[in-house]
């Protein structure tokens, strides 16, 4: 049962990382209104099983006041709050105590900062060391996360838990990275990927939503559109047996995918996740309620 809703309040984002599961950029579109926010809170309530929120993006730092407010009905509701950011507002730890303040007084649960030569090059004193530094000085719970640039001696971010980033790991090629990232990578037969390594599809315990309603289990996969069946409905309606992607990915993994809809495809990709996105992006015009948005898959 769904424990917890990642709100992707934006796909914009002030950087354009070449790792992007999602494709942000500053052009990209897609953002929450207040309103929209309130009404999947107001949803949440009605999941027993539900107990914490997420704001992330794209930056949700972009539309601070949006977010603050996201975050402060969020915890009148009595649910759990956390943000995920790239830092790019501490240009100094005293600036950064100051972004800081009003989630100290909303009582935000946890605080993940993207520390990585990926988000801020190979400087030593990045913001996300100063965001890190001022947040820990103020008692928030800050977490790390640190992704690695794919290499053919080191990989970039696994999960240590389904669903959970953390550093090091194995690869996980999705998004922009599939285009940006793969030169150069080892690969394997295709028919060897029979599973998903990272995602709970049977009963996803998190889902990440977007202002358009999509309710991803995995970025762009979508169990449904909350918009058109509210999310309590949607969590339990769901069936990973009965849906057209996720079915064969629970069964076989990314080979059975391509195998069911005889997808044509390289010999060898470099893992699971490169596989199934290569599949899945062929396979938008067929499924695009259950494939979407399209800007997930670099398209418009």
């Not at 949440?44 to 992330?56: G, L, Q, Y």
């Not at 946890?110 to 103020?138: M, T, W, Y």
């Amino acid at each position: 049962m769904l424990q917890g809703v990642h709100f992707l309040l934006t796909y914009m984002c002030n950087f354009e990382c070449d790792h992007c599961f999602v494709y942000s950029s500053p052009k990209a579109p897609g953002t929450f209104t207040v309103s929209q926010i309130r009404s999947v809170i107001d949803e949440m309530t009605r999941i027993e099983t539900a107990e914490s929120v997420f704001f992330e993006g794209g930056e949700p730092f972009l539309f601070y006041p949006l977010m603050i407010e996201g975050i402060r009905i969020a915890r009148d509701k009595g649910f759990k709050v956390g943000l995920v950011t790239n830092s790019y507002f501490a240009t100094t730890e005293e600036d950064a105590e100051i972004w800081l303040k009003p989630l100290i007084e909303l009582g935000i649960s946890i605080l993940s900062v993207s520390d990585d030569p990926l988000h801020h090059g190979d400087e030593e004193q990045n913001f996300a060391k100063r965001l890190i530094a001022a947040a820990k000085k103020a008692g928030i719970t800050t977490n790390a996360i640190c992704i690695e640039k794919p290499a053919v001696a080191a990989s970039t971010s696994g999960t240590q838990e389904k669903g959970e980033p953390v550093a090091g790991g194995e690869t996980m090629l999705r998004g922009r990275a599939v285009e940006k990232l793969i030169e150069g990578l080892p690969k394997k037969p295709w028919d060897t990927f029979t599973e998903c390594p990272y995602e709970e599809l049977v009963s996803p315990k998190r889902v990440h939503i977007d202002s358009y309603g999509h309710t991803h289990m995995c970025q762009g996969l979508s169990m449904g559109n909350l918009w058109k069946i509210p999310l309590s409905q949607l969590d339990k309606k769901y069936d990973a047996h009965l849906h057209p992607i996720c079915g064969p990915l629970v069964k076989g993994g990314p080979a059975l995918l391509a195998k069911t809809y005889d997808v044509k495809h390289e010999d060898a990709y470099v893992d699971a996740c490169h596989l199934c996105y290569v599949v899945r992006k062929s396979l938008l015009d067929k499924y695009p309620q259950f494939l979407a948005p399209r800007q997930v898959y670099g398209l418009e």
